[in-house]
């Protein structure tokens, strides 16, 4: 691995700059991107008029409970998805696990037959592919599928959040669980512990706060994330930022937003100190 | 006076902190499985199985004719082209603003020692603050939403993405640039502040070349992101494949939905690809 | 009980660890084991407890062959069989008592294993076995709080509720300071004695060899460079079996002044008073 790694030529930092460069001017060109007219007074007043105009935020009594409902909600999306997610990610995440099923310490003391071996082989294979595919699809297209197949709700954010970062986090678990310290490993495996009983009390209590530690990572992603589906129909905060949006609401736009602000930083918080304490 | 059971705490005292956490994630659970309206059953009627079938037959096999592929060229070198420029954005709002809002430049430490309390607070402190709470409102409102607003502003097309990802992901390059600031060692800062070098001085000699590799390193995993992002801010008009994909999905064409998600998939990989060697390159 | 004849071991890369390796180990015998790093020692010792199989030879633990066993016939032969290693083989995150109990794990249920890690079970035989190494108030301890000597206790109290017939202990004493070690020799030495266990133990320290045990093995290269008892092995023969190692021929010159990194706990030693 590191004698390829080594192998392979590093590119030239002047190449690296001058690419750089001109994907930049290829960009810049593309997006037609009027800096100029933004930034001029006339831009920077019509930015300014726009702000002005979203104040005061609505804060009456109709618009409060609206944008608490729809809080709790994107929250709810966000935690079961969360959940969801954790529960897809753990199973796969063992399937794509070579130390668990072919390879490393575990096997160092016998042979697998041709056919054990070919299955194995096979698990590893597909769980991979299937982990590959959920993470690669953007959750907002998952949401579309999902609002097709069960119909509008918060339901397919959940569906959504969940297959998309399952494979996210199948991903990292995956790789939790092949750098779990062999050594305690061994040691089991001398007591003549099955596999599955050396899974248990050697690869996932090293492997399981790390867990809890990406999947809180996640859930914040994901507060964010749940806040987007709306968008495509997924329920949550999203549906009534497009609404207000389109409807010209200005005030209960600046709501709305506020309550998202509030939302992310209450979730970034407590995740925070969940993590600390986890790790 | 320790009673002999104090003696070994870890032996004996169990917190019951685990149990409160473990109930109040079982209470909030309840409650948001009930709040996201969770129902299984919905998955597994005749009617979710018959839209599963229809989904999976029409997306088989995907759309490959030379128009239709022709057609992607265009919104996939855009979806680029706003990661690219985005970044650009992100950089210019992020770098100076997390310069402000790193403490140990700003009002705190040792370059600021022989500094009279007053001038700290009004010359470091109040713009320390003012930028902290700036990089937060850029980065907690989700881009989506600035591009919503941005869409309002200066009209469809790609601009408008590029600004909302340009300032959601300033205000996150912002916060980490100067996480890494504060993290560099300040003993050569101080000998370059003793040696009589100015605020500029410490900042080129001292703070740059120790924290430059993680920014960059950072700032390239940020793009890798934002390339996922762009792809999503099309759907809300804001150019590139997202409009493609929306649109393909609303018409039912699920042949040219896996074809456009094969194209991401592309598009993704190529900037995770090219991002990672320049990384390697980078931090070694 | 040990029976091994023409063991050899090759690694993937083609290194040459076993080179013909031929020893017997009767039942209840107590054997230490030197010689210089990479004599393959603890190849050796690997092969000993079944995690590696030989490339070739004979390997016979009471009788039976068990160099190519596999599956659960491997999983029963290893729990007759207790390993300590050198440091690092419990899991840190674990309370102590689950790292004891894991000695069970051979004979448990999946279900009872599971079943015991949220709670445990048997725990007043895991609160003797912490009680005979002389650490019982750590049963509920986390074990990454507990120091390197406290930790290699836990390790031999998992191999007591283990209960095998041989104890193998690959370099126990390593990462532990000199007082400490000479205690973990004698605990596992007495333990041994009390319920009649073979314990093979391999040292680094020459010294801790020589005073312990009645039999010692020279490895070298791969192959067993002598095998006699301590008063038989002379400062030449260690010369020899050091040889072309430098920094660990001087602490053989150390030994025959009698000063010794391990202090007054240890007299000088027969054959080095010269």
Known sequence: MSAVALSRRRWSPWLIVAGLGALVGWSYHGTRVDMGALLSVEGLRQIGVYVARLFPPDLSAGALRDAAIAAVETFAISLVGSVLAACIAFPLALGATRTILYHGVLYEGQRLGRAPKALRLGVYAASKTVLAVLRTVPEIVWALIFVFVVGLGPFPGVLALGVHTGGVLGKLFGEVLEDVDPRPLEALQSTGASRLRIVLYGILPQAIPQFVSYALYRWEVNIRAAAILGLVGAGGLGQRVYVAISLFLEHQLLTLILAIYVMVTLVDALSAWLRARVL | MARPADRFPASTAKSAFPYLLAVAFALTFALSLRAAQVDPRLLFDAQALGNVARFVRGALPPKLDPEFLGMLARPAAETIQISVMGMVIAVLLGAPLGLLATSSLTWRGILHERVTRRARLMLGAAPYGAARALLSVFRSIPEYVWALMFVRAVGLGPFPGVLAIGVAYGGMLGKVYSEILEAVNPRPLETLHAAGAGKAGVVLYGLLPEALPHVVSYTLYRWECAIRASAILGFVGAGGLGQQIELSMRMFQFDEVLTLLAVLLLLVGTVDFISGRIRARVVR | MYELRDVRKVFDDGSVALDGMSLTVGAGEHVAFIGPSGAGKTTLFRILNLTLRPTSGMLRLNGTDVATLSGADLRRARTSIGTIYQQHNLVGRLRVVHNVLAGNLGRWSTLTALGSLLRPRATDEAARALAQVGIPEKLY?????????????????????????????????????????????????????????????????????????????????????????????????????????????????????????????CRPLPGFDR
């Open chain 3, 141 to 265: 301890a986390r074990t990454d709080e507990l120091s390197g000597g406290q930790q290699q206790r836990v390790a031999i109290a998992r191999v007591l509720i283990q209960d095998p017939d041989v104890v193998l202990a690959d370099e126990p004493v390593s990462s532990v300071d000199p007082t400490l070690a000479v205690s973990i020799v004698t605990l596992l030495r007495d333990i041994s004695n009390e319920s009649r266990k073979t314990l093979l133990m391999n040292l680094h320290s020459v010294e801790l060899a020589l005073t312990y045990f009645p039999r010692i093995l020279g490895i070298r290269e791969g192959r067993v460079h002598f095998d006699l008892s301590p008063d038989k092995v002379s400062p030449e023969m260690l010369e020899e079996l050091y040889a072309g190692h430098g920094d660990e021929r001087g602490e053989l010159a150390a030994l025959g002044e009698g000063t010794n990194s391990f202090g007054k706990a």
